[in-house]
């Protein structure tokens, strides 16, 4: 049995209590290993992100025509851009998207995500705590236990997602020039829909234990017309090398 570090998000909440908790910046990457717009936008991204250690989470869904996509990460983007197709590079951060290399949106690439935008995030009063526990993976197993304290009320309809990430992969490799890619979606448990809970009431506490098994051999011949079968293979480089984000 092998534990690993742990990255966890902190949700947000409209309304203002002393309880708070420091944030951790989630960004959901959309991107390909075939698309030429992607390499420039994730070098630019890695750099931020690298000036702000320990701010920040990150899950990279592998779309277009990489062989690392998935049904969860092309149905993850369609969710967000709505419709039955969709445009890469995509970033949603905190849950709210743009193109991370024409962020104003004119069609005009180099205006990127940056640290003034990043801060703007991170400083955003977050009112509910998850903790991640117990976290272990043992064979082709991934487990982990939840706590997730509610610091204040909420109405309405809430999803808590737990994303399994390789922090490197190489065999995904494409045209774009990128040589290694990181915090790649491996598998989002128990699916991209997550697990729903409805009106969280302050001081409410829930638990979730959450685990995966991957199945069969890693799949060396994926690719856009032959998506990964999680029911019968996987396409994990090194178990080692795995980490979870839950938000």
Not at 61 to 68: K, V
């Amino acid at each position: 049995m092998r534990f690993t570090k742990l990255l966890f998000f902190i949700l947000l909440s409209s309304s203002i209590l002393n309880a708070q908790v420091q944030r951790k910046v989630l960004h959901e990457g959309f991107t390909g290993s075939n698309c030429s717009p992607c390499a420039p936008a994730a070098d630019s991204l890695s750099t931020l992100l690298h000036d702000n250690q320990n701010k920040y989470t990150v899950i990279k869904y592998q779309t277009g025509s990489d062989p690392y996509m998935t049904d969860e990460t092309v149905s993850r983007v369609i969710s967000y851009q709505g419709g039955g197709s969709y445009s890469i590079p995509y970033l949603c951060v905190d849950g709210s998207c743009f193109k991370p290399n024409d962020k104003n949106g004119d069609g005009t690439y180099g205006d990127y995500y940056d640290q003034t935008d990043f801060d703007q995030f991170y400083a955003q009063p977050s009112y509910i705590e998850i903790n991640i526990s117990d976290f272990a993976i043992t064979g082709q197993t991934v487990f982990a236990n939840i706590n997730v304290l509610a610091l204040d009320t909420f109405s309405g309809i809430y999803k808590l997602h737990m994303a399994i990430i390789e922090k490197t992969t190489y065999n995904n490799t494409g045209s774009n020039g990128q040589t290694e890619f990181h915090y790649v979606l491996k598998k989002m448990i128990p699916n991209q829909s997550g697990t729903t809970y409805t009106n969280i009431n302050l001081g409410d506490t829930i638990s979730q234990t959450l685990s995966y098994t991957f199945n069969g051999s890693y799949n060396d011949s994926t690719s856009v017309h032959n998506i990964v079968n999680h029911s019968t293979e996987h396409t994990v480089e090194d178990f080692n090398d795995l980490e979870v984000v839950v938000f």
